[in-house]
């Protein structure tokens, strides 16, 4: 079976346990979108959702975060992580947009990343949700999981992205990462993943591999 017919024998097997597999941040406009995607670098989207119910009730509009005093921001983003980081790129990021793109988000990728706090990740998870563009969006858990399914032997996520968009049909960019991401946090966890009863370790890699090793020390 070459990649292709793997990645799509994949995409069917985790359609089928995932129908309902969506963007997990909780968001009702493209500002909310920007802010809990990062909020979400180094931190569960449950907890950005538990931080961003009251965020979003005190910061309303552009403004809100381009007058924003840093210190009081970075106290109501605390619980995230890398709060001071992620404080200051979220106030630069809503006045550059505010002062140079006229409050309204670019629709290119390249442009979007010219805004403090967007990389790949966070502009093809805003592209796709918000403009409908499809992209491929390379966090922990698609990273670790193409790389022990065998789609990549990279570990930078933009050759990563570049393996899987080559391998995975355009259309299906955006729902890979959703529906990855839903079979991360099920079965394919960082520590002890669920291999047994995994429904892909017939075509896993990382299973493979893993037999040898658990016959050795069963012997």
Sequence with gaps: ???KAKMRFVL??????????VCSLDFRDPLELMVST????????????????????????LDDYANASISELEEDIRATGFFRNKARNIKNMAIKLRDEYGGKFPDELEELMKLDGVGRKTGNLFLSEVNGIPGIVVDTHVKRISYRLGFTKHQDPHKIE??????????????LGHLVISFGRDICTA???????????SICEYYK?????????SS
């Design 1 to 3: 079976m070459d990649k």
């Design 12 to 21: 069917d097997k985790l359609e089928e346990h995932y129908p309902d597999a």
């Design 38 to 61: 990062q909020l979400s670098a180094q931190c569960t989207d449950k907890r950005v959702n538990m931080v961003t119910k009251e965020l979003f009730r005190k910061y309303r509009t």
């Design 162 to 175: 570049k393996d899987l968009n080559g391998i995975t049909d355009t259309d299906a960019w955006t729902k």
């Design 191 to 201: 520590r002890n993943p669920k291999c047994e009863i995994c429904f892909l370790n």
């Design 209 to 217: 591999e893993k037999q040898p090793e658990k016959k050795k020390a």
